[in-house]
């Protein structure tokens, strides 16, 4: 049987490079620790390897995910938005990662810029409504950037600002800072920007709302999700 076309000059099968793949990017494991676990599973590669396959095929799989959920969350672009920026740290100097989420938690969007001021709440915003529409409502802090930035753009009105109106995007920080410190922060900005557009896509397919979902329930859509997983850039 002929491999697909990105997996074509190989020899590790598809079905392990996904697994490889998800493991780093769902899970807060080293890359040492995914080659423990693909050893007890006979699999035996380098940590070096995983690293390797995670920067070829994290983007290319984050890409196929984002692909098929874009044009269904567009359909209801009318939704509430959260919207937050927390600090990271890229090889000792102070960056800022702002996301976007929606009232179910769907990440929407990941950018990181140097400043936290109104360009890069500009760069922010648009990047947003160019790939989702434009949103009913939009909840933020009370960052003065965010006020300036939705006026420039004709937004100003959807602004909602509350002591805990925000907490849904409070919330979704926590598996990106999990994935951080397994990670042992970053070195430069471009590989956070990498990394945190993979992580998201890849949160978005396996996160299944599981204290909202009876066991049955949630059992269906875990399947499903890991089915397509195995299918990603499947040809």
């Known amino acids: 049987m002929t491999k697909p076309a990105s997996f074509k000059y190989f020899k590790t099968s598809p079905e392990v490079i996904?697994?490889?793949?998800?493991?780093?990017?769902?899970?807060?494991?080293?890359?040492r620790n995914v080659e423990d676990l693909l050893h007890e599973r006979g699999i035996d590669?380098?940590?070096?390897?995983?690293?390797?396959?995670?920067?070829?095929?994290g983007p290319m799989f984050a890409a196929e995910i984002r692909r098929k959920r874009v044009q269904q969350l567009r359909a209801f672009s009318k939704w509430k938005w959260h919207v937050d920026e927390v600090f990271v740290k890229v090889n000792g100097k102070r960056h800022y990662l702002w996301r976007a989420v929606d009232h179910e938690g769907e990440v929407l969007e990941a950018v990181v810029t140097k400043r936290r001021n109104k360009a890069a709440a500009l760069k922010f915003l648009r990047k947003l409504m160019k790939r989702h529409g434009c949103a009913?409502?939009?909840?933020?802090?009370?960052?003065?950037?965010?006020?300036?930035?939705?006026?420039?753009?004709?937004?100003?009105?959807?602004?909602q600002t509350g002591r805990w109106l925000n907490n849904r995007a409070e919330n979704s920080h926590l598996p990106f800072r999990r994935r951080e410190r397994a990670m042992q922060r970053f070195r430069r900005m471009r590989s956070l920007q990498k990394f945190a557009s993979v992580h998201s896509s890849v949160y978005n397919h396996f996160n299944q709302e599981r204290s909202l979902a009876s066991r049955d329930t949630f059992k269906q859509t875990r399947a499903a999700a890991l089915s397509e997983w195995r299918q990603l850039c499947s040809g």
């Open 45 to 57: 590669v380098s940590h070096e390897t995983v690293r390797y396959w995670w920067n070829r095929f």
């Open 18 to 31: 996904r697994l490889a793949v998800m493991l780093y990017i769902r899970f807060p494991l080293s890359l």
């Open 136 to 159: 009913k409502e939009v909840v933020t802090d009370r960052f003065a950037s965010y006020k300036a930035a939705l006026r420039e753009i004709g937004a100003f009105e959807k602004q």
